[in-house]
């Protein structure tokens, strides 16, 4: 147990549908990211939000649409996929201490396997 | 461009050693990181290197050497749980983590 949270942890969904992920920190920390894993590729970050702001958006299409409404939630919202999006998507935090930092050691969710059919 | 290269996948025996290598070219340098993910779980924290030199934590060890840009993760007494994926990652000129592919580690009894 990290201390982050995902629901769901499986999600199959069409290409016209629209759903969320859902993730949530009980670390007290001030960043959270969205990170997609794909088999035998690198943790791809797709979004960062420092502060309930969103600070890094790494040419991620339109979409997938991100939402930080406090600093302990993170939500993605999921419209029109494409089947090369299905992958594991997973949700961390950091303690971010603004300009000194230099290690953030960031905390991970269990992930949501997500399916486009 | 940034890049991290590690070996896609190791065996090892069960109560061995085992290195797993970890080469990076990235912009700037702020630490690297370990993490290990099992199958179907999330990725946990295992060792963080920022000068250079050996840091160890029981079972496993973590080397840094900053002018080859090169680091390795040094597992002993192997154990079957030790059976996961190990990622390795850059804390980069922008703090941001640039991650490996990962490294899967298979144990034999």
């Known amino acids: 147990e990290t201390g982050v949270t995902q629901t769901p942890r499986h999600l199959v969904m069409g290409m016209t549908n629209k759903k969320s992920l859902k993730c949530e920190q009980h670390?007290?920390?001030?960043?959270m990211y969205w990170y997609k894993q794909s088999a035998k590729k690198p943790l791809e970050l797709m979004f960062v939000?420092?502060?309930?702001?969103?600070?890094e958006n790494n040419s991620v299409p339109s979409r997938f649409s991100p939402e930080c409404p406090n600093s302990s939630h993170l939500f993605l919202h999921l419209h029109t996929l494409q089947p090369e999006d299905s992958a594991l998507y997973l949700c961390?935090?950091?303690?971010?201490?603004?300009?000194?930092?230099?290690?953030?050691?960031?905390?991970f969710g269990p992930g949501t396997r997500l399916t486009v059919l | 461009g940034q890049n991290i290269d590690q070996p896609t996948e190791m065996t090892a025996t069960e109560g061995a050693i085992v290195q797993i290598n970890c080469t990076y070219q990235?912009?700037?340098?702020?630490?690297l990181f370990w993490y290990q993910q099992h199958a179907g779980e999330a990725p946990t924290f295992l060792s963080y290197?920022?000068l250079d030199g050996l840091e160890e934590k029981g079972r496993f060890s973590s080397f840094l050497s900053r002018s080859k840009g090169y680091s390795y993760l040094l597992l002993k007494e192997l154990q079957m749980k030790d059976s996961a994926s190990y990622l390795c990652?850059?804390?980069?000129?922008?703090?941001?983590?640039?991650w490996g592919a990962g490294t899967k580690l298979i144990i034999k009894p």
């Open positions: 961390a935090s950091s303690q971010d201490s603004g300009a000194d930092r230099v290690y953030n050691e960031q905390f």
């Open positions: 670390l007290g920390h001030n960043a």
């Open positions: 939000y420092s502060l309930e702001e969103r600070v």
């Open positions: 990235t912009s700037g340098f702020n630490g």
């Open positions: 290197n920022v």
């Open positions: 990652a850059v804390s980069d000129s922008n703090y941001q983590l640039i």
